[in-house]
């Protein structure tokens, strides 16, 4: 049966289980009466007690993908030798303040190896475990922080192939700390192993596990339909907005230049600021020239607010301000956090105020927030997307003499090769903060250089922020099965005029429309 058992009890589990949902649908789930017929096995730091079950699943052609630290009699079905002795320290794993572009990076860092097609589905050649690109906040990048403390978010241990063919390696200035990640092949099924338990759910390189899963060995083994998170038939996309903390009307030229081109630029506005009549014309602006106006929350706190409660609290005065005050962009549906922050009561929150989706997670806070694709989160318990854009175009960050592309650009060519969605941002300038940029001409010329480069790739579609979310929350819907004889069956999804994402299996795209 073309389903996955999950099996572990780590408190990983949960996460996992979502970033498989956001992937495959919730159909690629098998229920308590198929677990023991599922084709491909998802285990989490199995104990040997699930050996048995690791080779069932790879004599029977099928997969299994290991996170953490598997036991002896299951290192042995990976093909490795794995020892609980973590092969970094803490510090190593740490990443100085950022105080210059660039600067925040970690002396342990994550080397994909070329030669296998697993292993060059990752985005990224080299990464660090930590990295950051302003202060302790932001990865512009777009990945999360590798830890070596024994949680979920950490390496597991240390570990040599025996067997196995290793795809990416933990590396120290220069000295290899043993594996990452590997794969392990024989007649009849095949085995992806990563070394964190979590996996790489809060990263690019989740692109390795969906190959695994979608494509790899197509002929021979079990695949899993993959609902693609670009829509179909677009290459890369783009998404840009900007943040407005402390003020709107100052980004009036920046507005004008994307206008210009042709390009949406979306608002989202913190709604407690007092906005004059020359603010209130800019959103018009934004509305009419195809962007798209968001809610910021209303006083800009952490969480939205200290509980549940007050996070309804802000999230329903945020909406009623601009019912009364701009019911133009009404219903305001969509929402970015304020610093990225978000706990699982903050999305129910906003659920149950009427948002539908959210921008949310960074490199600093909540790692269970910053996800790889976007949809529906671990523990909401409500029918609310997130989407992780972490690229902050600042001139804090922006290196302006950099050889080469810029990071942002890098960071763009990256999310282009793993099929994900760009999301960008800035914010408009204030009395108090411009946001490192000096000048408005510096800012220009930066967002000038990205736009270049961006357009300079094949099949590129540009959406406003609001678009680009209303269209992940309909892809959040789909729900993809495949029967036995590999015929996939299409449920939950009922928009097939607009943009749709494509499904993928064994190497072949199709418009998801054509599967209703």
């Not at 210059?100 to 475990?129: D, N």
């Not at 990563?194 to 759910?201: A, D, K, M």
């Not at 079990?222 to 907005?241: D, H, I, K, Q």
């Not at 210009?260 to 934004?286: C, E, F």
Request: aromatic letters at 8%; charged letters at 20%.
């Amino acid at each position: 049966m073309n389903r996955i058992a999950l099996i572990g009890s780590s408190p990983a589990l949960n996460m996992v289980r979502s970033a498989l949902v956001r992937s495959f649908t919730p159909g690629c789930l098998a229920g308590p009466e198929q677990a023991a017929s599922a084709s491909v096995v998802v285990a989490i730091s199995p104990g040997d007690e699930h050996a048995s079950r690791l080779e069932q699943a790879l004599e029977g052609g099928g997969k299994v993908l290991v996170f953490g630290a598997p036991g002896p009699a299951c290192a042995s079905v990976l093909g490795l030798r794995f020892e609980d002795a973590l092969p970094v320290t803490a510090s190593e794993a740490e990443a100085p303040n950022a105080v210059g572009p660039c600067s925040g990076q970690s002396v342990a860092c994550i080397q994909y190896l070329p030669g296998h097609t697993l292993g060059e589905a990752s985005p990224y050649t080299l990464r660090p475990f930590l990295r950051f690109d302003f202060t302790n906040e932001w990865n512009n990048m777009g990945y999360g922080r590798v830890r070596a403390d024994g949680e979920i978010w950490a390496i597991s241990g240390r570990s040599e192939p025996a067997g196995a063919v290793a795809l990416a390696e933990i590396v120290v200035d220069g000295d290899c700390r043993g594996l990452y990640a590997a794969v392990a092949d024989n007649a009849k099924g095949a085995a992806l192993w990563f070394n964190r338990p979590v996996g790489p759910l809060d990263s690019l390189e989740w692109a390795v596990v969906e190959r695994f899963l979608c494509d790899y060995r197509s002929e021979e083994l079990s695949c899993l339909p993959l609902l693609t998170e670009l829509p179909y038939g677009v290459r890369a996309l783009a998404t840009m907005r900007l943040d407005c903390d402390e003020d709107i009307a100052s980004a009036q030229g920046l507005f004008e230049w994307y206008a210009d081109q042709g390009l949406p630029l979306s608002l989202a506005v913190k709604t407690s600021l007092d906005v004059a009549p020359v603010d209130m014309h800019l959103l018009d602006d934004v509305l009419n020239a195809g962007g798209s106006i968001l809610s910021h929350s209303h006083n800009h706190l952490e969480n939205w607010g200290r509980d549940y409660d007050g996070a309804l609290a802000d999230a329903r005065a945020s909406r009623a301000w601009f019912e009364a005050h701009f019911p133009r962009a009404c219903p305001v549906r969509y929402a970015v956090s304020p610093f990225h922050t978000n706990r699982p009561w903050s999305l129910r929150a906003l659920a149950d105020a009427g948002f539908e989706g959210v921008i949310s997670g960074i490199v600093h806070n909540d790692p269970d927030m910053l996800v790889a694709r976007p949809g529906i989160m671990p523990e909401v318990k409500r029918d609310i997307i997130s989407h992780s854009q972490q690229c902050m175009l600042h001139g804090d960050s922006h290196d302006d003499a950099l050889d080469g592309p810029s990071v942002p650009s890098q960071s763009f060519d990256a999310y282009a090769k793993a099929g994900a969605i760009f999301g960008y941002l800035d914010h408009p300038f204030s009395p108090r903060y411009d946001y490192g940029w000096g000048s408005e001409e510096r800012r220009l010329t930066a967002h000038r250089e990205l736009v270049e480069h961006i357009s300079g790739h094949e099949g590129v579609l540009w959406l406003s922020a609001g678009d680009c979310l209303a269209y992940c929350v309909l892809r959040s819907r789909a729900v993809l099965t495949m029967d036995p004889d590999g015929a996939i069956d299409l449920g939950g999804y009922s928009n097939h005029t607009g943009l749709q994402p494509g499904v993928r299996v064994r190497g072949h795209d199709v418009p998801i429309g054509e599967l209703a």
